[in-house]
């Protein structure tokens, strides 16, 4: 089995995908027999044993890199190659395209982040009909006993 570093953190989104942390060291899968996700993403295992996708620009083979001729020149390709894929599945993951302006990407955060916040107004309100209401079953749960009981009821003295 070939061993990959994790190069970013990557938190799974769906099922079948595995968490990873930078730095981490992770072992490549067979996914032959599994099948793979789609382009772009690799079977990984971790050192604890838990198996999932992750994405192919989030790692990088060890043995590859101790392999290199020219490290420097490599490894700044690497890089952009790497930031150029986290940017990519950024985008896919969040279904922004290429062309949009980070303007137009910041005014649709707003607007979530008020459509968010109205319903969270709106389900505080309800939350607060529902504790009126239920003040007003308990009196009239009450009034019910006390008419069952001819009156209201007395406390037991101890």
């Not at 099922?15 to 027999?33: F, I, N, Q, T, W």
């Not at 690799?42 to 992750?54: H, K, P």
């Not at 290199?68 to 922004?96: A, C, F, N, W």
């Amino acid at each position: 089995m070939l061993e990959f570093e994790v190069l970013y953190d990557f938190i799974s989104g769906e099922p079948g995908e595995l968490s990873v942390r930078a730095g981490e060291v992770v072992r490549g899968v067979d996914d032959e027999k599994t099948g793979a996700k789609n382009d772009g993403w690799v079977l990984m295992e971790t050192a604890q044993g838990e198996v999932g996708y992750v994405p192919a620009s989030y790692v990088e083979e060890l043995a590859a890199r101790m392999q290199s001729e020219e490290p420097d020149k490599r490894d700044r390709q690497t890089q952009q190659d790497r930031k150029v894929g986290r940017i990519q599945h950024l985008q896919q993951r969040l279904d922004i395209t290429p062309n949009e302006s980070v303007a137009h990407i910041e005014n649709e955060c707003e607007v979530w982040h008020k459509e968010l916040q109205g319903r969270f107004t709106t389900l505080r309100a309800h939350c607060s009909v529902v504790d009126e209401g239920m003040k007003d079953m308990q009196c009239y749960v009450q009034e019910l006993e006390d008419l069952a009981c001819g009156g209201p009821r007395r406390r037991r003295q101890p």
